[in-house]
């Protein structure tokens, strides 16, 4: 059966406010500008939604309101504090312990650790995606990849890596 992963890099932040902690830091105005570019990429993965996990900081949250219209009305919202800041292994953590019906993911959250996971999980892919991804993850990118198997066995090289959506690249 094959499952998506997709994983999104919040959308580009604001350093502005010296005052404010990492976990509270907003979108800039790029990144609020990339939001809809992101929500029009993102609808065509709409029917293999089925969950979401996000990070709690306030920027992954506002990227993911900012893209939310593209997801169906009863995909499943998890915003965790946990996922602030996660490494790979606490997103493979969380992939791995989602139930066989779900179909497919939506991960947000920070890099590195969304960066490393998309590396960890990438067997195979398109070539630009996979050279993309070798050189950089960007603010607001989304990788979509597609998995073959129970997320229980996700591991490493499990996943082809089918697309990474760069903002500053869509139309």
Request: overall charge negative; hydrophobic content about 45%.
């Given at each position: 059966?094959?499952?998506r992963?997709?994983?999104?890099r919040?959308?580009?932040?604001?350093?502005?406010?010296?005052?404010?902690?990492?976990h509270?830091?907003?979108?800039?105005d790029?990144?609020?500008?990339?939001?809809?570019?992101?929500?029009?990429?993102?609808?065509a993965?709409?029917?293999?939604?089925?969950v979401?996990?996000?990070?709690?900081?306030?920027?992954?949250?506002?990227?993911?309101?900012g893209?939310r219209?593209?997801?169906?009305?009863?995909?499943?919202?998890?915003?965790d504090d946990?996922?602030?800041?996660?490494?790979?292994?606490?997103?493979?953590?969380?992939?791995?312990?989602?139930?066989?019906?779900?179909?497919?993911?939506?991960?947000?959250g920070?890099?590195?650790?969304?960066?490393?996971?998309v590396?960890?999980?990438?067997?195979?892919?398109?070539?630009?995606?996979?050279?993309?991804?070798?050189?950089?993850?960007?603010?607001?990118?989304?990788?979509?990849?597609?998995?073959?198997?129970?997320?229980?066995e996700?591991?490493?090289g499990?996943?082809?890596?089918?697309?990474?959506?760069?903002?500053?690249?869509?139309?």
């Amino acid at each position: 059966m094959d499952r998506r992963l997709l994983v999104l890099r919040h959308a580009k932040s604001s350093w502005e406010d010296a005052s404010l902690a990492d976990h509270d830091r907003p979108l800039n105005d790029r990144g609020r500008d990339a939001l809809p570019k992101l929500e029009r990429a993102l609808v065509a993965y709409r029917d293999e939604v089925d969950v979401v996990l996000c990070s709690s900081a306030v920027r992954t949250v506002a990227t993911l309101e900012g893209v939310r219209a593209a997801l169906h009305d009863d995909v499943e919202v998890v915003v965790d504090d946990e996922l602030y800041g996660a490494g790979a292994d606490i997103w493979l953590e969380r992939c791995r312990a989602l139930e066989d019906r779900v179909t497919g993911v939506l991960l947000v959250g920070h890099n590195p650790g969304v960066e490393q996971l998309v590396q960890h999980v990438s067997g195979s892919g398109e070539a630009a995606a996979l050279e993309q991804l070798a050189t950089k993850y960007p603010t607001g990118a989304l990788a979509a990849l597609t998995y073959d198997g129970p997320w229980a066995e996700l591991g490493q090289g499990a996943c082809h890596l089918d697309a990474l959506l760069i903002p500053k690249r869509l139309p």
